[in-house]
């Protein structure tokens, strides 16, 4: 059964954020509105998502994974260095009655194989190339890839090039608005909006 976005949005709010994230690991959440609209992209204009193997790289707090599990992933792990936000996670998990595999880990070390890759990276304002290395990661674990990055021409460029050169293809593009609040001592405003690209990339 279909399930209708504003359900799905509504879910999502529900899920709590990393209550102490870190500044050098890039760890702002996931908005509801972002992560529904990938969802539900993925799950209904492309049928990537029920029935699926689903793997959530660098699930933060998790909202990517439950969402997942909630519109009827076969099997949904999220992995995350950071042992808080898997905690968090996981307790968020248990509250909404979805089920993920919840994992505390570098993803450079991680191994398996899945389905679906769905991941919000970090940007790499603090350190250079790590949402690449995020993207690489993904397109080496899963045939399929959502992957959220900064908009703009140049990066489009640069994620082409790597997905290419993996032998992957960028077939959709969607644009969106990302809302940062204000969580680090260097903010001086309320909140930040981020332009963003939503990306569904395949291997061939």
Known sequence: MMVKKKKLEMLLTKVRPNPNPKILLEQYA???EIASSLLYMAAYTFNDIAGKTVCDLGCGSGILAIGAAYLGAREVMGIDVDKLAVLTAKKNSEELGVEVNWVVGDIELFRGRF????????????KHGVDLKFLNKALSIADVVYSIHKNGGINREFIRKLVTERHGLVTNIVEAELLIPHLFDFHRKPRYKVKVDIYRIIRK
């Open 115 to 126: 389905d679906v890759v769905l991941e919000n990276p970090p940007f790499g304002v603090r």
């Open 30 to 32: 996931t908005p509801p």
